[in-house]
């Protein structure tokens, strides 16, 4: 569809209005920024003039930080100091981590989630990607001018919850506001779905640098509804470079490289698949530290052999999405190819071979994602023109359950459930006069808690003394649209009400990712209170101007008192505003919301009415 | 005020039903989510952002009944005050189960022999049974009025929907 950008009357779309968003994708092998300036969606370039940041960040001992195309440079001779692929890392444990025997890396095997032992200390995957994602917030205020509102992250579709916090929590590390966690095989749908007018069923193909997905969408007038996804959230190109390293180190008799020479053979490996994406023989020629020289050629019919069960893998969540859709491959319509290691051409034979047609390839599959996520920014950051409406409905990619007796999984959530979406299970107790009852939550399709990833585990306690079976215990569980849970549990045969609140977290407390926050180095303490007071002030000026705009259409919708009420808290909160005192700002922000919640339920709910209303007169017309 | 807790059907403006129009249910949810989406709220204040997760989540959970044949029909037995009894009424009818036993007899055999055909075919069988009972079950509910034999239709449903789940899974199995 033609997007015409036109406002209505009343709304900011002036330029000095327009608020500073931007789409993230945070890759495991580069990264991305980009926004939306005059209306059309744009990756912001380095100072070099370049777009993708490799996902690459170095320590120095002297406790510099060196990201990107520089510290990329310097892998080889540094390897233990230089993070590449910690996207692999994100909530994952050591065990859950691939090929660990051939990383250069001084891993530390912490709850939850791994560390990395670097010369500048223990570090954790959240702050070596908050490092990736602070460049990039700096370049697009140097490229903007001034500070940003809010940024977009693209996550995989699989990312379970640990990974989607893990991220989130990097985005705060660096001092982003994270908008929304947006699926990246989404954002490419988005990107290419308004560029082209598309309509009908399409499959995305995300084949990334390390994870793997597919998304299954519904394009309708504006609608882009995902119906299914799956994928594998340790599949991508580094296992490509990772099999054509183990042929080399066949071929040129080596065995156990060093650090320095593993990593130069997998920077080899890496540039030789790129070439065989071009060429039909790729020569290899290398000398090692150890003395080992190595002189090889191969035929890109041999990378295609050895790489065979790699592609092959990533057609099974492609059945299982269609099956859950309950699609066959007739019903796509197109098939869009996003991550670079889409470039394969043996990849795009495979994808093209399954679904009986040419997958789409005329949008760059490096960028695609980025340009979704900063469309997504532009409508969430409120910039939309009043018909630029679209709507995205998203879906949880992995079942959310719980433990029950003989550690079975009891799913609460399946699946590809739209979200927002909420959902409660009662439970009971086991033995007569019990207490208090233990739960633990789980995410994956297994039946046995064991082969799930567990999220948390939480205690309910207070529960009055009954006979075994007597109690209910209503456990809910609510998944916001960033993808996030948090799961509550209360008993409800009783008036006594036991109450607890969990955030399923990985490892990395919230008090541990506060504790970050203040000590890097580039958030001295003047710069963290500036910045949290230019945060409240922007956030306190949103609420004023929605408010007041708010108050011009339905102001009706309160009596005099009401009006009186709501008037003098908006006072209160502009006062508080004009002010340089942080928590005068955020009192006033909480009161505010706290008198505004009447007026916002009456608002929504003309809204919703409306919404039928039109309904009604459509009947009327047949 | 509009309330979270009304019936699904008033809140699509449908006429509580079996058979409904697919394509209204469709597009009163989408009109509804336009308006509720948690996207449209990121800017505003953390009041909106609350009510909007509510709403959307509300929306998003009477869609998925409605949409669902089984789900629908199960819904409209709780509106009329009917439990299908899952758990605890197992009582069916001889045919029924005769039926039940050869199903899993053949989904045992086409796993165990790791013939996707097969469960491809039982996969197709079992939709066109399925179409049946939702028939039948729209002529008790909405013309007979039979309270008790939709219950027991819905329960029949739900034997299937299990079944389907399980040659989902055994397909899955068979590709990794």
New interface residues.
Partial sequence: MALLQISEPGMSTAPHQH?LAVGIDLGTTNSLVATVRNGVPQCLQDDDGKLLLPSVVHYLPDGQIVVGRKAQATQATDPRNTIISVKRFMGRGLKDVAHVETMPYDFVDAAGMVRLRTVQGVKSPVEVSAEILKDLRLRAERSLGGEL??AVITVPAYFDDAQRQATKDAARLAGLNV??LLNEPTAAAIAYGLENASEGVYAVYDLGGGTFDISVLRLSRG?FEVVSTSGDAALGGDDFDHRLFCWILDNAGISLPSDRDSRRLLMKAREVKEHLSFDESVPIRLSLDSGDEVDLVIDRQVFVEITRPLVDKTL?PV??AL??AGLSPEDVKGVVMVGGATRMPHVQKAVGEFFGQTPLTNLDPDTVVAIGAAM?AN????NRAADE?W???DVIPLSLGIETMGGLAEKIIPRN???????AQDFTTFKDGQTAMSFHVVQGERELVADCRSLARFELRGIPPMVAGAARIRVTF?V??DGLLSVSAREVTTGVEARIEVKPSYGLADDEVAGMLKSGFEHAQADMERRGLAEQQVEAA??IE??EKALLTDGTLLNDTERAALDSALGALRDAAAGNEVRAIKLQ?EA???A??EF???R??K???S??A???IDELRI | MIDLKQDYFALFGLVPAFSIDMERLEQAYIDIQARVHPDRFAHLSDTEKRLSMQWATHANEAFRTLKSPLNRGHYLLELRGVDPGFDTNTAMAPDFLMEQMEWREALGEATDAADEDALDDLSRRLRQNARALEAELARQLDEAGDLEGAADSVRRMKFLEKLQHEINDALTALES
């Fill in positions: 608020r509102t809010g908008l929304r609608i099974r059945k299982k099956r859950d997504q409508v969430l950051a409120g409406e709507l995205l409905l459930s739209t979200i927002p979406t909420a959902r609510q916001d649209a949103r609420v929605a408010t922000l505010f919301n706290r505004s919640n916002a339920s009456r929504m709910d809204s919703i009415r919404a039928l039109g309904h009604k």
